[in-house]
């Protein structure tokens, strides 16, 4: 079984600074990926970043990236230069194993403050 | 702009109602997702289909069902709706291109439902 563990419920950052979003999780399967959805108060839920497993490099999006450290079974996210759009619920998510379940952790609700 | 529509968007209706809400994807995915999202949005999985005429129980119990007769849609059924319903569902659906290949899940905008 799969589970994903977000441990920071809520955090809050300044306009243009950095913030990171903690994310652990636990799987028995070798082939698996890695995301992290966000969720804007208008409740629809979209892909920020994703990693697959069996690659060593750290995925990179625009001012997203995600420090992936497989040893550890850490998945951090990286916000840079953060905007008051990135206002939202942010899920950490794995998936793997011949089913594919989606597993979500509980979620960090992040404020970007003006 | 995903291709995933969830019908309807709100919900309220009384106990004792069956309902079934509608999740359709033109995507060509196998595999289809339903989610129960508490007023805290934590995200619990209560269904999941990785093809036609397969769906299984997701990690929480849910008294809802759902079918899969084709590839496009995965409707959820509560045949008597209680107060203890309420709750945002959201639907997703992804591919499995197979050989480390994923693709990631697209979601619906969710129903709203509230059984009074």
């Known amino acids: 079984a799969q589970t994903v563990t977000q441990s920071q419920p809520e955090m809050s950052v300044q306009e243009a600074e950095t913030v990171t979003l903690s994310c652990t999780y636990d799987?028995?399967?070798?082939?698996?990926?890695l995301f992290w959805y966000k969720q804007p108060p208008s409740r629809q839920m979209i892909l920020v970043i994703r990693q697959e497993a069996y690659k060593q490099q750290n995925a990179t999006e625009n001012r997203f990236s995600v420090n992936f450290q497989k040893a550890a079974k850490s998945f951090s996210l990286k916000i840079s230069d953060s905007q008051l759009g990135d206002t939202a619920m942010y899920f950490c998510?794995?998936?793997?194993?011949?089913?594919?379940?989606?597993?979500f952790g509980t979620g960090t609700l992040l404020a970007v403050q003006p | 702009e995903a291709d995933i529509y969830q019908t309807p968007r709100y919900l309220v209706i009384g106990t004792g109602k069956k309902i079934t809400l509608e999740c359709s994807q033109t995507m060509g995915h196998d595999k289809m997702y339903w989610y129960q999202q508490d007023p805290g949005m934590e995200l619990h999985l209560i269904h999941y289909?990785?093809?036609?005429?397969?769906?299984e129980k997701g990690d929480l119990s849910s008294e809802s069902t759902v079918s899969r007769i084709r590839t496009e849609h995965f409707p959820l059924t509560l045949e008597s709706a209680r107060p203890s319903h309420t709750s945002q569902y959201l639907c997703a659906s992804s591919e499995y291109i197979g050989d480390r290949k994923s693709t990631e899940a697209f979601f619906g905008q969710g129903t709203r439902l509230t059984v009074v």
């Open positions: 799987t028995s399967e070798n082939n698996y990926y």
């Open positions: 998510a794995a998936r793997g194993g011949a089913t594919n379940k989606l597993i």
């Open positions: 289909s990785y093809g036609v005429n397969s769906t």
